[in-house]
């Protein structure tokens, strides 16, 4: 199944504007490969701007709402949450986890999707350890996410996001690479930085999926075969 079409919300510090371009051309690029309609836009300060607000709730109107028998068709809408993550704070750019439930549900968005945060740790909790259940809801950035957007607009969209530093290969890294050709298949990819400072695309024990079973919350750890 493929993706109706692609939401890339950057959320930013003031200070990264030219990794997010890139960024976002990037996601762009990779989206464009497939034919993939996509909608983006930057946000600095919440509240979102009205007008901003109204693009978001129009393009979900066209591409994001449930429609019978859809499921078995589509995956529905890709949303990219891009921008920095501080865990601990539990923030991306200055927006909080329960702002950025608000900006979705305020946009209409009816969960037919999943949401992807590219943003460093987004994932990760004080206790570095992930069982399948979530027991407090509070211990991550993308956990609180979940809660907010169920509890409080009946989304119960999978939510990926990871446990370390993450970024989008785009034109900043192109001069890692000696193949063109390479380079344009690897852009728009995400990566990990490894100890070692290396970006690694796809690596193990890195990514979580976050989803409902019932009431409770449950996280997994995406493989790649």
């Known amino acids: 199944m493929a993706y109706t079409a692609q939401v890339i919300i950057a959320f930013s510090a003031g200070n990264d504007a030219n990794l997010i371009s890139k960024s976002i051309d990037a996601l762009k690029h990779k989206a464009e490969r497939s034919c993939l309609p996509t909608f983006s836009g930057v946000l600095e300060d919440p509240p979102a701007p009205k007008i901003e607000l109204n693009k978001l709730t129009a393009f979900f109107a066209v591409y994001g709402q449930k429609a019978k028998g859809d499921e078995q068709k589509s995956k ?5 949450l891009l921008g920095h993550a501080a865990w601990l704070a539990h923030k991306l750019g200055t927006w909080s ?3 950025v439930a608000d900006l979705l549900g305020g946009a209409k968005f009816t969960g037919k999707g ?3 945060i590219i943003g460093c740790e987004a994932a990760r ?3 570095n350890d992930y069982p399948a259940e979530v027991t407090d809801w509070e211990e991550s950035f993308a956990s609180k ?3 907010h957007l169920k509890g409080k607009y009946s989304v119960e969209s999978p939510i990926l996001a990871r446990i370390r530093s993450v970024g989008v290969f785009s034109d900043i890294h192109k ?3 000696s193949v063109a050709k390479e380079f344009e298949d690897t852009k728009g990819r995400k990566f990990i930085l490894s100890k070692d400072d290396i970006r690694i695309n796809k690596a193990e024990s890195t990514k979580l999926r976050f989803y409902w079973d019932g009431g409770k919350q449950m996280r997994e750890w995406v493989g790649y075969y």
Do not use: H, K, P
């Open 76 to 80: 529905g809408v890709r949303i990219y």
């Open 175 to 177: 001069e890692i690479f």
């Open 114 to 116: 999943v949401i992807s």
């Open 145 to 147: 996410l979940q809660y």
């Open 125 to 127: 909790n004080l206790d």
């Open 97 to 99: 986890s329960e702002e």
